[in-house]
């Protein structure tokens, strides 16, 4: 699912991950009516949760079902935080990894280069950018795909890259490894996630 900087001008907040995102060079929402503050209303809890939603499910390029799927396996789970099974399932997702690790720069592009084979799970190819992956596994470029174009520059982007805690990424070898679960302070901080479960429970 493509994610257009059109967007990410409509919710106020960068969902696409490109660098060049249009909403740095145009921080209101798009049409003739944009720049005019007094026509944007406070709305209703139902629409902030809605707009939490929406957030969220463009920036990891999710389809609504594919979306409330992992809402719906968080809420049936028994025992445990459901906020945090919502962040791990959306985290732990191969095409996410691939984008925190900084193989690709955008989640997009991240789920395009699995699906079409570039990437294995502990020297398996996986095709399956919602592939779960485990604590413990390493991710790496396949071989095969190495001299690739697309890698061309690669080296330079990983040395720079800052991933977070929960992983680990060798730059040399050009593989990175799932050193613990997802650390749900970031995506609260980030995102309402509360929200998103309050707007499911209706």
């Not at 459901?82 to 955008?106: C, H, Q, W």
Request: include cysteine.
């Amino acid at each position: 699912m493509r994610v257009s900087c059109k967007t990410c001008r409509r919710f106020n907040i960068s969902v696409c991950g490109r660098e060049k995102c249009a909403l740095r060079r145009k921080p209101y929402p798009p049409g003739i009516h944009g720049r005019d503050k007094r026509r944007r209303r406070e709305g209703t809890e139902y629409s902030k949760q809605l707009h939490e939603k929406q957030v969220v499910r463009f920036s990891y390029g999710l389809s609504e079902g594919q979306f409330r799927g992992y809402v719906k396996r968080a809420l049936a789970g028994h025992g445990g935080d459901v906020i945090k099974k919502l962040v791990e399932s959306l985290e732990m997702r191969l095409d996410n990894i691939v984008y925190r690790l900084g193989f690709a720069p955008t989640r997009a592009m991240a789920r395009q280069l699995v699906a079409h084979g570039h990437f294995s799970v502990d020297d398996k190819r996986v095709f399956v950018p919602s592939y779960k992956v485990r604590v413990g596994q390493k991710i790496s470029i396949c071989e095969r795909s190495q001299a690739k174009g697309t890698f061309t520059n690669l080296d330079i982007t990983l040395k720079k890259q800052q991933t977070p805690q929960w992983l680990s990424l060798d730059p040399a070898k050009r593989e990175g490894m799932v050193g613990a679960l997802p650390n749900i302070e970031d995506m609260v901080r980030l995102f309402n996630i509360k929200s998103i479960i309050e707007y499911y429970s209706r």
